[in-house]
């Protein structure tokens, strides 16, 4: 199987700091149960 890179680069506003914190933290427990991804960090 390929390894498929997946990167998200953002830069908030501050207005939106919180909304993505809030989506980051949904994100990552989704990303760690999938067998395909390897999350770090």
Known sequence: ME???IL????PTKA???RYLD???M???L???NQY???EG
């Open 8 to 11: 998200f680069e953002v830069t």
């Open 3 to 5: 390894n498929i890179i």
């Open 31 to 33: 990303m760690d149960s």
């Open 27 to 29: 994100l990552k427990p």
């Open 37 to 39: 991804f390897d999350v």
């Open 16 to 18: 939106g700091m919180q």
């Open 23 to 25: 989506l980051a933290a």
